[in-house]
């Protein structure tokens, strides 16, 4: 039986990030806990690229842009949709999801949806980084493991089994950097 799992070690990943500057006391949060993690996880900070747009809508076409250069291994999406008065909700929310799917299978890089979609900006807050965790962690953990995921598959890394016993897991570990 072949097995493949996705680990959090892709020390050499170069990452995009891609951020919209609306609702932006939320989507800095987001961004934080994003960088956290990638140096929580060793990624260097010379292979980390971050764009930011006006709002979530903007962010599949600049997801694709970054994608197309072919120098990024992942991006993560970030963004806050929150429902309140507007009726633009539905909309973003809806375009931003399939925008983002849509880029990740055309250019077969993942694409990461760290958007919140919240009904009010208590909620967001909370995936932000308080009560709930921060979102843009999560996303940056999950960019990795497809990251290394996406590597075994194509033969790129070795499969768990090979890796058991290596440095680098062991390092992470030592510095206390595995979850
Ligand atoms: N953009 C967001 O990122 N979050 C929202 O909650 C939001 N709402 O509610 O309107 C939002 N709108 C802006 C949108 O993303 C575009 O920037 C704008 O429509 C211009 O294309």
Known sequence: MKEYKGRLI???????IVVAR????VTKSLL???LEALERFGIPQNNV???WVPGSFEIPLVAKQLAQTGELD???CLGAVIRGATAHFDY????VASGITNVSLETQIPVIFGILTTDSIEQAIERAGTKAGNKGFDAAQTALEMVD???QIKGESPTPHAYAT???TQELSLKGKCY
């Open 166 to 168: 290596s440095t680098t």
């Open 74 to 76: 992942a991006i993560i």
């Open 92 to 95: 973003v929310a809806g375009q």
């Open 22 to 25: 609306f609702n932006e006391l």
């Open 10 to 16: 892709a020390p050499k990943a170069r990452i995009g």
């Open 149 to 151: 995921l996406l590597q």
């Open 32 to 34: 934080s806990g994003a």
């Open 49 to 51: 690229t971050i764009a």
